[in-house]
């Protein structure tokens, strides 16, 4: 028999060194099933366990190389996105990784341009926003593996990576709901993108669920999903703010950044939320204020980071599963830009 070591014992069950490492050391990362088939393994040829065989030659425990990933993100400045990126870094120096971030312009994207080390061994490259497809699909062809913050909605190609999203169909549900319960009708659906990728989709299917299950059918004047452009500029929402042929009660809208937009728009027409126009958000971009205005839902963005690299490691480990997407779930919080009613009437 020859020399017996942690690669040699990972080349016959097939799996990574760093997992059988990872196992040997007790790392809840690796599945309780997979652990146990390499300690066992390990004890029967003589790695662990009694005094080794004499022909067993057990190598000396050395430092690990680290795994390289790199994290995409967009030039923004959007706290949200700092969240992700905090998760992903803390967990990953937690679990022998070693990350990066790296900006991505949209030159680079329309170029195909990217970013310059991607080749150096990096394992995984994070994308924080979604990216165009191709752009992905070219990091993919390198072999680095893909981890996506979001999905393709209409992508009939095959999948990129791994999925880690925030849940959107059912709290957009819960939140519409919220705004018939009080009585209201008229309710409009703002989002710059909802046919592109799925979480936004989401959110515009939940909308549309909960308003046809009780009995009414959107206005189309009211419902804006796919706004798109230059979405983010004041003057695009008072132009939308005086498209509404007759204002609505209420507008769900995609994240609480278009619920700001849109307030500051009604409010220099006029008019007052939630008085006049009650208004939703989604991702709860308010948390830790004073007085928090907006009605929106409340995702672990920084859970959602490190649940990226869990996702990873656990690939790594099992290179041959199939793709996986996971629902990071979300938690409904209403605020006083959606209450028509005193709180106390609203049966929520």
């Known amino acids: 028999m020859g020399k017996i070591t942690i690669q040699s014992i990972a080349s016959d069950l097939g799996l990574s060194r760093n997992t059988v490492s990872m196992a040997l050391k007790g790392n809840e990362l690796v599945t309780p099933r997979t652990r146990e088939r390499i300690l066992r393994y390990a004890e029967e040829i003589g790695y662990i366990g009694s005094l080794p065989r004499s022909d067993v030659h057990v190598e000396e425990e050395t430092e690990i190389s680290p795994y390289q990933v790199v994290i995409l993100r967009k030039p923004d400045v959007a706290v949200y996105w700092d969240k992700v990126i905090n998760g992903i870094s803390e967990e990953?120096?937690?679990n022998h990784c070693r990350p990066?971030?790296?900006v991505i312009t949209r030159e680079d994207e329309e170029k195909k341009r990217l970013p310059s080390g991607l080749d150096e061994g990096v394992q995984a490259v994070f994308c924080v926003k979604m990216l165009d497809r191709e752009?992905?699909?070219r990091i993919k062809q390198m072999g680095i593996r893909v981890i996506l913050l979001d999905d393709y909605k209409d992508d009939i190609n095959e999948r990129?990576?791994?999925?880690?999203k925030p849940e959107s169909f059912q709290p957009t549900i819960r939140l519409t709901r919220h705004l018939i319960d009080q009585g209201m009708r008229r309710i409009g659906f703002l989002n710059e993108n909802s046919g592109a990728y799925e979480t936004m989709h989401d959110r515009f299917a939940g909308y549309l669920f909960a308003m046809r299950q009780a009995g009414i059918e959107p206005?189309?004047?009211l419902v804006k999903p796919d706004m798109g452009g230059e979405f983010y500029d004041v003057g695009n929402f008072e132009r939308i703010v005086e498209s509404y042929k007759v204002l609505p009660e209420a507008v769900v809208c995609g994240n609480d950044e278009i619920a700001k937009y849109l307030t500051q728009a009604l409010r220099k027409k006029g008019l007052r939320v939630p008085e006049d126009v009650a208004v939703t958000g989604f991702d709860n971009d308010e948390e830790g204020m004073l007085d928090p205005f907006f009605s929106t839902v409340n995702i672990d963005v920084k859970w959602l980071g490190k649940r990226m690299v869990q996702c990873f490691l656990?690939?790594?480990a099992h290179p041959n599963a199939p793709y996986e997407k996971i629902v990071v779930s979300g938690e409904v919080i209403?605020?006083?830009?959606s209450i028509k009613l005193r709180k106390k009437d609203y049966k929520g």
Do not use: N, T
Not at 160 to 164: A, F, H, K, P, Y
Not at 334 to 337: A, F, G, L, V
């Open 92 to 94: 990953a120096c937690s």
């Open 100 to 102: 990066r971030v790296a």
């Open 135 to 137: 752009y992905v699909q």
């Open 160 to 164: 990129l990576g791994d999925v880690v």
């Open 219 to 221: 206005e189309p004047d």
């Open 314 to 316: 656990w690939r790594m």
């Open 334 to 337: 209403i605020r006083k830009s």
